[in-house]
């Protein structure tokens, strides 16, 4: 877990986590945000987050999720699964060597010249 600064946080007993948590409260409730109490107590933004604001698990829980779904940019339509997995066998096997995959070379198969010879 790392606090607000970056750097890892210390971690709290059980029965200082309750004074932790008052703590926490009373600084929210004197209108501080919250990245300056976990800068102030020196704790992770999602441990106190679980633990003082009820909706923030839900708004976790909901953004993993968007975070997970499969999209395609081009059409911004959802793919089930099956569908990604299917597109993901069609590609070739990544037959390049070092250089070529550092350079951006295409997937043998897969350029605009091996498409227009194709469809020729």
């Known amino acids: 877990m790392t606090s607000a600064t970056g750097r ?3 971690k ?4 200082d986590e309750k004074e932790v948590l008052d703590k926490a409260r009373s600084l929210r409730h004197h209108g501080h945000d919250w990245k300056t109490v976990c ?3 020196d704790i992770g ?3 106190l987050r679980t633990r003082i604001d009820p909706d923030y698990c839900e ?6 999720r968007r975070e997970l779904h499969i999209t ?3 059409s911004g339509s959802h793919m089930s699964q099956a569908e990604y997995l299917q597109r993901r066998r069609s590609v070739p096997k990544d037959t ?11 997937l043998p198969g897969r350029s ?9």
């Not at 709290?12 to 029965?15: A, E, N, P």
């Not at 070092?98 to 295409?106: A, F, I, K």
């Not at 605009?112 to 020729?120: K, S």
Request: hydrophobic fraction near 30%.
């Open 8 to 10: 890892r946080a210390k």
């Open 96 to 106: 390049r060597n070092l250089t070529q995959r550092l350079m951006g070379d295409p």
């Open 45 to 47: 933004y999602d441990w």
């Open 39 to 41: 800068i102030e107590l």
């Open 72 to 74: 395609t940019s081009a």
């Open 59 to 64: 708004y976790r829980k909901k953004k993993r």
């Open 12 to 15: 709290i007993g059980d029965r």
């Open 112 to 120: 605009a010249l091996d498409m227009r010879e194709e469809v020729q």
